[in-house]
Nanobody, 127 residues
Framework: QVQLVESGGGSAQTGGSLRLSCAIS????????MGWFRQAPGKDREFVAG????????YYAGSAKGRFTISGDNAKNTVYLQMNSLKLEDTAVYYC????????????????????WGQGTQVTVSS
């Protein structure tokens, strides 16, 4: 079993920054894909950013590209999401996700390719 715990959420003003952390425990060696998703009130959950431990491949949603950066610290079993130039529409609950190795190269942008999810952390952006 794999456990994910997000932290670092909170309030920020437009143009500000926040850094989210995702601590991974349990059978961490079995994970490959790591990702961040978010869900705003009244909207479906959407992909934000993803990364693979092996090869450090990254993939970003159009809304995040150029503003957000996903990274991982293997020694600490932690994945980060650095969010800069925050906008009002970034307000959402942010979820960390981990995916086991597939028989194919997992699609980082697809929630169906992830197996474990954190409880979520609230991010609120105001003007």
């Amino acid at each position: 079993q794999v456990q994910l715990v997000e932290s670092g959420g909170g309030s920020a003003q437009t143009g500000g920054s926040l850094r989210l952390s995702c601590a991974i425990s349990g059978r961490t060696f079995s994970t490959n894909a790591m990702g961040w998703f978010r869900q705003a009130p009244g909207k479906d959950r959407e992909f934000v950013a993803g990364i693979r431990w092996s090869g450090s491949s990254t993939y970003y949603a159009g809304s995040a590209k150029g503003r957000f950066t996903i990274s991982g610290d293997n020694a600490k079993n932690t994945v980060y999401l650095q969010m800069n130039s925050l906008k009002l529409e970034d307000t959402a609950v942010y979820y960390c996700a981990a995916g086991r190795e597939r028989t194919y190269v997992s699609r980082l942008w697809l929630s169906s390719d992830y197996d474990y999810w954190g409880q979520g952390t609230q991010v609120t952006v105001s003007s």
